[in-house]
Structure formats: structure tokens, C-alpha cells
């Protein structure tokens, strides 16, 4: 079966036909890097890279590109607010998205282009735009002349009459029609600019993601991805300068994540209810977070609140309590043991499952159900009485395949416990030999202190992080 994705261009399922084969060319469209990412940020950053992960899985070769934003309306504000250089600014909370996603699991980029490196490849772009008549000067500033656009609106599914009502000329704007929208800015006085057969200033939002795509993955690529707020106008922007530019499609599919709520409210500065990144992983394991994010279909929305991620903490502890215990049984299992084919018959029913469940527009949350099947037979197997290492390692190397699809990783217990700690867990064991429970209960509670927290199981002592 073939992967099946959701086009938001076209409002459906499609096959995914890479244009060539076994390999894929994707652009997420990155932060405009003035403070911290917050948790709607991440998810377009979480899912894209599952996507990305998934169909390497796959098989394919994929280019994956993701830019930065690093000269803006909103960072020009922030630098003059903190009296800090725009560049600094800028390398500082590139640093801190880098610091954040990675701990979320998250790949870099292939590329991670920035706009202030392609400023001459947007300038070029810009001048075709206006020699073609899609674009004119105005008192410095360059326009886009959308009118001019045929299928303006073809990926928001909006006639141009639906989106002029509302729109209009702002103070300061000198623009021929109310649609139109800016390519290049003239600069304020004491602000960051650039030379132009325009004048001095710095190009417009829309213009940056055009020309980067293009420059890194080609006049036609195979997906086009963001959150779904940016489907208008910014995606519908892009879609009109690089296909005037270019005469052909900008991009094969495009794939949008649905929004966060908070607490079942829309998140928005109005409400003050902004979950930042940096802060929220200092409370909840960033492997938590990313469990919760794809524990709902990318295309629906999801609602962040402290009970629901306590529930996918419990439900991600499950899926690892029961690797950690196919781990601990294998050292003391026999090369084959009864039944061995059935059960390495029921593992692979499991991995198809969710392979099922992904090549069906990355359906992440049937995938998990998938890996909560494959824990509930590890566990039902780990009862019987003898067990085979067959078994047991394929049961552990699809728990890791599977989970690493999903930017999970399987940590070794020798990896997150110091020597310390296992003379103490030694120590609290041969006392419980000893029936010394007066002791075993003392190193208990002081691993507790650490942060250990300790669980006894029918096939030894487990550990997690309290």
C-alpha cells in the first residue's frame, strides 16, 4: 500500500508520488526567531519531523529544508526594546529553538536557511516579478499585484471578491489595490536595511519563504508544510509569487497541523495563556511532550491541559516499562522456547498495523495504539514460563524501530543511572534477601530523594525518573 496524504490544495486524500522516485523534497516554514518557542510553535516542528522520520522509514531519501525568519517587523521591535544588536538577537533565539526542539527529539534541517543570507536571490526574484507585471514599485516600496494572479486563493479555497471584503489600504500603504501585499519595504530611519534598485530597505515576509524554497529544493517541490494558521495568507502568497515567477507548481502537496488549545481556550497573547517551550520541559519530560503532540491526528486540533498530558506520561510509561522488562528478561531466556513463530507471527501483525496506520496521512495516534498492542503482547508473553531470545529481541527491535519513527528514543538504564545509584539499588536488594526491610525501605526512600522511584515486578526491580 502507498502513503496516503491529506493535500490541502486539493481538499483530499492523495497517493504520495514523489516526483522522482525514492526521493523527496519538503519545506517547513520556520519561526521568526524573536523570543522563545512556544508549544504551538513546536508541534508543526514535532509532526514534520515525524512525517520527515516516517517516510525515511520508508525508504525515501528526503531534503528536508526549514528556515529562519531573522529580519522582521517583530525583531527590529524586540532589539530596539533590549537595546541589542537584530544580529545578536537573532543568533541568541536560534540558539534557543535549536536547544528546544532538539530536546523534544527533534532532527535539524538538511538546510536551515536564513532570509539575511538569500537578500540578492530575493532583490533578483523580486525584479522578475516586476518585469513580468507581476509586481510594481510605489515610493520604494514593491507590491504584488494579486489581481493579476489567476488562481489567487486556490489553496485557502477563497475567490478574490471573498478576501477583498474586510481588506483595505492601511495608513502609510501606497498599494494599487487593497490585495496587494508587500514584497520590499522601505527602510525606517536607524533601521536594519539593504541596498535595491528600490532604495534602501528589507524585503517582506512572504517573499523570504519563495525564494528560499526555490534556492534549496527547486522551482517545483514535493511538500510544502506549516501550521494551518499559515495557510492565509502566507501560503497563498508564496503559492502567487513563485508560480508567476516560475510558470510552474510550487509545490506538489501541501500538509498543514491543526492549533493547540489551552485548557480548551485558543491560545493567544490576548489571554495571556502562552505555554513556552524552555519553561514547560522543566516540568514535563520533553519525550512526554512529544508523546502527547502525536497522540492526536496532526490535522485536528489539540487541547493541552495538565491532566491530559499526565495521561499520555502514564501511557508512554507503559509502552517503556514493558520494553524495559523484555530488556531485563533476555539475558536469563533460552534460544527458542514454545510457540516461537506465533509470537514473532503477532510482533510483525503489530509493526504492519502501524504502518497501516502511518501510510494513512501519518496517522500518528493509530500508530501509538499499534505500539500499546505490541506492549500489552510483550507483557502477556513475559508471563510465560520459559521464553525465547528470538522472541524477545524482536519484540525489543521493533519497540526501538518503531519508536524511534516516532523521535523516541530508548534510553539504557546504564546510560541514566550513576554508579552511585546502582550500588544503592544493589545494596537495597541484597538487603530484601536478607529481609531487612528496615534498610531496604531507608535506600528506597533516599533513592526517591534523587529522583529514583522504584517499582518490583515479577521479573526484578525496575527503576523510572520521579
Known amino acids: 500500500m502507498s502513503i496516503q496524504l491529506y493535500n490541502t490544495l486539493t481538499r483530499k486524500k492523495e497517493p504520495f508520488i514523489p516526483q522522482e522516485e525514492g526521493k523527496v523534497s519538503m519545506y517547513v516554514c520556520g519561526p521568526t526567531v524573536y523570543n522563545y518557542i512556544h508549544i504551538g510553535n513546536a508541534r508543526p516542528v514535532i509532526v514534520f519531523d515525524t512525517v520527515r522520520r516516517y517516510l525515511e522509514y520508508r525508504g525515501y531519501d528526503v531534503k528536508f529544508v526549514s528556515n529562519f525568519t531573522d529580519i522582521d517587523d517583530k525583531i527590529i521591535a524586540a532589539a530596539n526594546e533590549l537595546g541589542e544588536d537584530v544580529s545578536e538577537l537573532t543568533e541568541r533565539f536560534i540558539n534557543a529553538y535549536f536547544e528546544d ?69 492601511e495608513a502609510g500603504e501606497k498599494k494599487e489595490d487593497p490585495l496587494d501585499f508587500v514584497l520590499w519595504k522601505t527602510a525606517k530611519e536607524n533601521e536594519v536595511s539593504w541596498d535595491s534598485p528600490w532604495g534602501a530597505g528589507r524585503p517582506g515576509w512572504h517573499i523570504e519563504c519563495s525564494v528560499m524554497a526555490r534556492e534549496h529544493l527547486g522551482d517545483t517541490m514535493d511538500i510544502h508544510a506549516g501550521g494551518q494558521d499559515l495557510m492565509f495568507p502566507h501560503h497563498e502568497n508564496e503559492i502567487a509569487q513563485s508560480e508567476a515567477m516560475t510558470g510552474k507548481p510550487f509545490a506538489k502537496y501541501w500538509m498543514h497541523n491543526g492549533y493547540i488549545n489551552i485548557d480548551n481556550e485558543k491560545m493567544s497573547k490576548s489571554l495571556d495563556n502562552f505555554v513556552l517551550v524552555n519553561e514547560i520541559r522543566k516540568q514535563v519530560d520533553p519525550k512526554v511532550l512529544r508523546f502527547f503532540i502525536l497522540s492526536v491526528h496532526y490535522r485536528h486540533p489539540v487541547n493541552f491541559s495538565e491532566e491530559l498530558v499526565t495521561q499520555a506520561e502514564a501511557g508512554l510509561e507503559r509502552i517503556l516499562t514493558a520494553y524495559k522488562n523484555v530488556e531485563y528478561r533476555l539475558g536469563a531466556s533460552a534460544n527458542l522456547g514454545d510457540q516461537s513463530d506465533i509470537w514473532l507471527h503477532k510482533i510483525d501483525a503489530c509493526k504492519d498495523d502501524f504502518v497501516t496506520a502511518m501510510d494513512d496521512d501519518f496517522n500518528t495516534a493509530n500508530g501509538i495504539a499499534a505500539i500499546f498492542e505490541l506492549a500489552r503482547l510483550a507483557n502477556v508473553y513475559l508471563l510465560e514460563k520459559n521464553t525465547a531470545k528470538d522472541v524477545l529481541e524482536k519484540f525489543l527491535v521493533t519497540f526501538e524501530s518503531l519508536l524511534d519513527v516516532l523521535g523516541i528514543p530508548m534510553d539504557a538504564e546504564e546510560d541514566l543511572l550513576d554508579e552511585d545509584i546502582e550500588k544503592l539499588i544493589e545494596e537495597r536488594l541484597e538487603a530484601r534477601r536478607n529481609r531487612d526491610f528496615a534498610r531496604s525501605d531507608e535506600i528506597r526512600d533516599e533513592l526517591k530523594e534523587k529522583g529514583i522511584l522504584l517499582e518490583d515486578t515479577a521479573q526484578g526491580t525496575r527503576w523510572k525518573r520521579g
Do not use: M, W
Not at 527529539?105 to 516586476?130: M, Y
Open 101 to 169: 526542539v532538539t530536546a523534544l527529539g527533534c532532527n535539524k534541517a538538511d538546510v536551515h536557511p536564513r532570509v539575511t543570507d538569500h537578500i540578492e536571490d530575493i532583490v533578483n526574484f523580486i525584479q522578475v516579478l516586476i518585469d513580468k507585471g507581476f509586481a510594481y514599485e510605489s515610493q520604494g516600496d514593491v507590491y504584488y499585484r494579486t489581481n493579476k494572479f489567476d488562481g489567487y486563493g486556490k489553496l485557502s479555497s477563497q475567490s478574490t471578491d471573498e478576501l477583498i471584503v474586510g481588506a483595505r489600504i
